[in-house]
């Protein structure tokens, strides 16, 4: 699962001339959580997964605050990894599906 999010870096970069630009650069930065048999991972990444990989995307129609995802990552904490009832697959699912917004499948 990954939620990903645009910002602008604190300090921008100067230029050659030592100038910064007028406008800065947004960055997109990915968390990439993965559910298993050994718990919640995540990460962050500087480039999003491989289409390869994607099973679907949603665009929210708000961005989701770092307190919603943990509300939400909160609501299933007790929750253990079952492979017929509770994988990775249901973990993605639930909480992409707590947040209202168009969602896009891939396979």
């Not at 990954?2 to 001339?17: G, I, K």
């Not at 910064?20 to 990915?30: D, E, F, G």
């Not at 990775?88 to 909480?95: A, D, E, P, Q, T």
């Amino acid at each position: 699962l990954l939620y990903q999010r645009t910002e602008v870096p604190e300090s921008s970069v100067e230029d050659a001339a030592g100038r910064r630009p007028v406008l800065p650069q947004k960055v997109r930065r990915q968390l990439r959580l993965d559910w298993g048999k050994d718990g919640l991972a995540f990460m962050e990444q500087d480039s999003r997964l491989s289409d390869a990989l994607l099973v679907q995307s949603k665009v929210f129609d708000q961005p989701l605050r770092p307190t919603e995802l943990l509300e939400h990552l909160t609501e299933v904490q007790d929750r253990c990894f079952d492979p017929d009832e509770w994988t990775s697959y249901n973990f993605g699912y639930h909480l992409i599906g707590r947040a209202p917004g168009k969602a896009y499948d891939y396979r």
